[in-house]
């Protein structure tokens, strides 16, 4: 199995995972045990029941012994931290990127998860990713560790001016968000944020234009899947981009 087909694969285990994370987390219950179960009848899933993608088709969606029906978004995070683990090895040369670029990805997942069905970001995943940046950062290259430090407090810097200049739209925890992701991105994370902030008007707008003005300036939108989807767009492209702009305009 080459790189690229065995991080797919890796991908859409770990995403399983990823899904127990994100529903367990913010409910403060252990990642590790109990054992995964049905949440509608409490049976345990069995290991031929819990195979990523697959038994989700096999089981046409619904438990084996109650027939409730499994949600969509289980498969969907699978498939997509697989795809996107696997698009990481193709898109990058070096060790360290590849790295870099599959735990921010495993961290931002859960992060968007949680913060759309619970307006939080935990803590604990923001300070695992924090420490799992700094640890492949300087096991991989140390020397470009000082830029990622200075793009972490500049993007987490950035957005804590605007949670405290807009307090209703933005909290602590997507800054913190986004200083993790400076660790694992550089220079990039600058596209990161203005990609988050960009889809983030346009969902705003198209909110407001749903609900109209006063209903949808009352809407709570969280941030942290906007800044999930800068990361995910920066971890591809964010450099190149980086590069566009200082060879064009500086």
């Keep these: 199995?080459?790189?690229?087909?065995?991080?797919?694969?890796?991908?859409?285990?770990?995403?399983?995972?990823?899904?127990?994370?994100?529903?367990?987390?913010?409910?403060?219950?252990?990642?590790?045990?109990?054992?995964s179960?049905?949440?509608?009848?409490?049976?345990?899933?069995?290991?031929?029941?819990?195979?990523?993608?697959?038994?989700?088709?096999?089981?046409?969606?619904?438990?084996?012994?109650?027939?409730?029906?499994?949600?969509?978004?289980?498969p969907i995070v699978e498939a997509l931290t697989g795809a996107l683990c696997a698009g990481a090895v193709v898109a990058h040369d070096s060790a360290a990127g590849i790295a870099l670029s599959i735990a921010l990805i495993l961290v931002?997942?859960?992060?968007?998860?949680?913060?759309?069905?619970?307006?939080?970001?935990?803590?604990?995943?923001?300070?695992?990713g924090?420490?799992?940046?700094?640890?492949?950062?300087?096991?991989?290259?140390?020397?470009?560790?000082?830029r990622r430090l200075i793009a972490a407090a500049a993007a987490g810097g950035f957005l804590l001016l605007a949670a405290l200049a807009y307090p209703?739209?933005?909290?602590?925890g997507d800054v913190k968000l986004a200083g993790v992701m400076g660790l694992f991105l550089g220079r990039a994370v600058a596209p990161a944020i203005l990609i988050a902030l960009l889809a983030g008007v346009v969902?705003?707008?198209?909110?407001?234009?749903?609900r109209g003005v006063g209903a949808g300036r009352k809407t709570a939108v969280p941030f942290g899947p906007f800044l999930a989807l800068g990361a995910v767009v920066a971890t591809f492209v964010g450099q190149d981009i980086v590069n566009a702009y200082v060879h064009h305009f500086l």
């Excluded at 694969?9 to 054992?35: E, K």
């Excluded at 049905?38 to 084996?64: E, M, W």
């Excluded at 209703?168 to 602590?172: F, K, L, P, R, V």
């Design 168 to 172: 209703g739209g933005m909290g602590m």
């Design 203 to 210: 969902v705003g707008a198209v909110v407001i234009a749903r």
């Design 130 to 146: 924090a420490v799992l940046a700094l640890a492949l950062g300087l096991a991989l290259d140390p020397s470009g560790e000082p």
């Design 1 to 35: 199995m080459d790189a690229v087909a065995f991080a797919g694969v890796m991908g859409a285990i770990v995403g399983s995972f990823l899904n127990v994370v994100a529903y367990r987390l913010p409910r403060r219950q252990s990642l590790v045990a109990p054992a």
């Design 108 to 128: 931002v997942a859960p992060a968007a998860l949680i913060d759309l069905e619970h307006r939080i970001i935990p803590n604990r995943l923001t300070a695992l």
């Design 37 to 74: 179960q049905c949440p509608a009848c409490g049976t345990p899933v069995k290991p031929y029941d819990n195979i990523p993608i697959l038994s989700f088709l096999l089981l046409r969606g619904r438990c084996r012994r109650c027939a409730a029906k499994i949600s969509s978004r289980y």
